[in-house]
Structures are given as C-alpha cells and as structure tokens.
C-alpha cells in the first residue's frame, strides 16, 4: 500500500451530517455526490470523502469510535476555532502542539473526529 485515495464515513441521518459538513465545517459538496452519498471537496479541492448512507445495519451500533480524519488549513488554526465555536461545533480539548503543528478537532453527529491541522 503506498496512500490512501478515499474514504468514506457511515452516518445515521445523511442530511444531518451532510448539514454539519458544509454548513458548520465548511466543506463543498462536489459534483460526484449521488442519493446514497455526499462528496466533499476540502481546502480548494485537494482532500475529499464521503459520507454514505450505512453498508449494513448500524442499529445499537457506536459509530465514530477509533476513527479521526485529518485536513491541513491554510488559515490560522486560532481563527478556525473561532469560527467553529461560533457555529456551535463540538470541539474536543484546546489547540494542541503536535510535531505536525497544531491541532484542532471536532465531533461530527455520529462521533467521527475531524482534526484539522495548520503545519508548522
């Protein structure tokens, strides 16, 4: 295996986690999205996945546990918490300092962690 090419989230309600994605995180739908998935592009197109409607029956099942996607910003992480917290986003702990650069992650509805990451 030499890169990951996609990925793709399981959520309960596709247009509530579809509202969360584009209206609180800011991501854009692409074209590509179909009745059973959304798309996004992410930081003018670079990054994208999906969110689907579930492979399976996630009934009872906890969903988000283990998984985290990571997305480099161009803007200063400092005004990216500003703007998430005041969309009212679930952020998980402070900005954190990683040999990356710093972090900052947010819960999605069904718990899936999106960390975005301004690199030093």
Do not use: H
Not at 29 to 42: D, G, Q, T
Not at 53 to 80: C, M, R
Request: hydrophobic content about 40%; cysteine-free.
């Amino acid at each position: 295996m030499r890169k990951l090419d996609f990925a793709s989230l399981q959520v309960r309600d596709l247009e509530v986690s579809k509202a969360f994605y584009t209206n609180k995180l800011g991501f854009e739908l692409s074209e590509m999205s179909n009745p059973y998935a959304y798309v996004f592009k992410f930081n003018k197109g670079e990054a994208s996945f999906a969110i689907r409607t579930p492979i399976g029956n996630i009934d009872g099942k906890e969903l988000g546990v283990g998984a985290s996607l990571w997305f480099a910003i161009d803007e200063k992480i400092e005004e990216l918490q500003n703007q998430l917290t005041g969309k009212g986003v679930t952020l998980i702990g402070a900005i954190n300092n990683t040999p990356f650069g710093k972090t900052l992650m947010a819960k999605d509805p069904d718990g899936y962690i999106i960390t975005f990451l301004e690199t030093i």
